[in-house]
Nanobody, 126 residues
Framework: QVQLVESGGGLVQAGGSLRLSCAASGRIFSMSTVAWFRQSPGKEREFVAATKWNDLSTYYSDSVKGRFTISRDGAKNTLSLQMNSLNTEDTAVYYC???????????????????WGQGTQVTVSS
């Protein structure tokens, strides 16, 4: 099992920045891909960004590309999401997710991930 705990959410004005963190514990070696998703009320959980735990490959949704940066610290077992130029459409609960090893390209669907954190609220005010 892998445990994921997010932190860093909060309220920020449009145009501002926020950094989310996700602490991983447990069977870290069983993770291959780690990612951030978000969910707004009444909407499906949406892919934001992902990275391979053992290399530097990254993938972003079109809606955040150029504004958000995903990174991981293998020594500290943490995943981060730096969010810049935030707008009101970025308001959501943000979730950290991890996937067991699997073949193929980086997964972008929520059902493809095996472990989830409890989520952290990000609210962007206009």
């Amino acid at each position: 099992q892998v445990q994921l705990v997010e932190s860093g959410g909060g309220l920020v004005q449009a145009g501002g920045s926020l950094r989310l963190s996700c602490a991983a514990s447990g069977r870290i070696f069983s993770m291959s891909t780690v990612a951030w998703f978000r969910q707004s009320p009444g909407k499906e959980r949406e892919f934001v960004a992902a990275t391979k735990w053992n290399d530097l490959s990254t993938y972003y949704s079109d809606s955040v590309k150029g504004r958000f940066t995903i990174s991981r610290d293998g020594a500290k077992n943490t995943l981060s999401l730096q969010m810049n130029s935030l707008n009101t459409e970025d308001t959501a609960v943000y979730y950290c997710a991890a996937r067991r090893p699997a073949l193929g390209a980086i997964a972008t669907k929520a059902y493809e991930y095996d472990y989830w954190g409890q989520g952290t609220q990000v609210t962007v005010s206009s």
